[in-house]
T-cell receptor, first 114, second 114 residues
């Protein structure tokens, strides 16, 4: 079946603009995760959804970052007033349920803030 | 908080030979999960192998095997009969059953020489 998909694959924006990054998880996966990966680093956790609710948003760096998953499937990561430091690869992952299950990653969205 | 350390930023191996990538972690938990992920230049993270901490037997997946030393908090990955397609960044990751995120190491860049 289809894996996790993310759009766009690349996004270039100007400082201060608003961006939305989309994640389409594997069908039937109830758990969805967002990570941020800076160049040369491992991914860092941002937020976790179980169904429609954000069960854990402790990794969001500040209130400019927000994510939704209104129907329990597709999720959108929203970044307001982008800063150059937000430039990174944003990865989405899903798993059948929370807990021990393996997370399956999408190809990521590379965000560049000029 | 759990931390994952990969002390080898770069490793190199000759095609058909064996290489071992190191990973150590810090935790006070007795039950947890460990993973090795591969991230080729295309950037999509792919699961290589996983290990449950309660299992004493080391996990094996074809040419990939781990040496899990729970007391030493060590989780190394051995790649046998290395192939050119094994060239990638390799990330070690830790997951607690009680948390929602995975903690990743900084990664090891593996080069395979023909």
């Amino acid at each position: 079946g289809a894996g996790v998909s993310q759009t766009p694959s690349n996004k270039v924006t100007e400082k201060g603009k608003y961006v939305e990054l989309r994640c389409d998880p594997i069908s039937g996966h109830t758990a969805l995760y967002w990570y941020r990966q800076s160049l040369g680093q491992g991914p860092e956790f941002l937020i976790y959804f179980q169904g429609t609710g954000a069960a854990d948003d402790s990794g969001l760096p500040n209130d400019r970052f927000f994510a939704v998953r209104p129907e329990g499937s597709v999720s959108t990561l929203k970044i307001q007033r982008t800063e150059r430091g937000d430039s990174a690869m944003y990865l989405c992952a899903s798993s059948p349920r929370r807990g021990a299950d393996t997370q399956y990653f999408g190809p990521g969205t590379r965000l560049t803030v000029l | 908080a759990q931390t994952v350390t990969q002390s080898q930023p770069e490793m190199s191996v000759q095609e058909a030979e064996t290489v071992t990538l190191s990973c150590t972690y810090d935790t006070s938990e007795s039950d947890y999960y460990l993973f090795w992920y591969k991230q080729p230049p295309s950037r999509q993270m792919i699961l290589v192998i996983r290990q449950e901490a309660y299992k004493q037997q080391n996990a094996t997946e074809n040419r990939f095997s781990v040496n899990f030393q729970k007391a030493a908090k060590s989780f190394s990955l051995k790649i046998s009969d290395s192939q050119l397609g094994d060239a990638a960044m390799y990330f070690c990751a830790y997951r607690s059953p009680n948390n929602n995120d995975m903690r990743f190491g900084a990664g090891t860049r593996l080069t395979v020489k023909p």
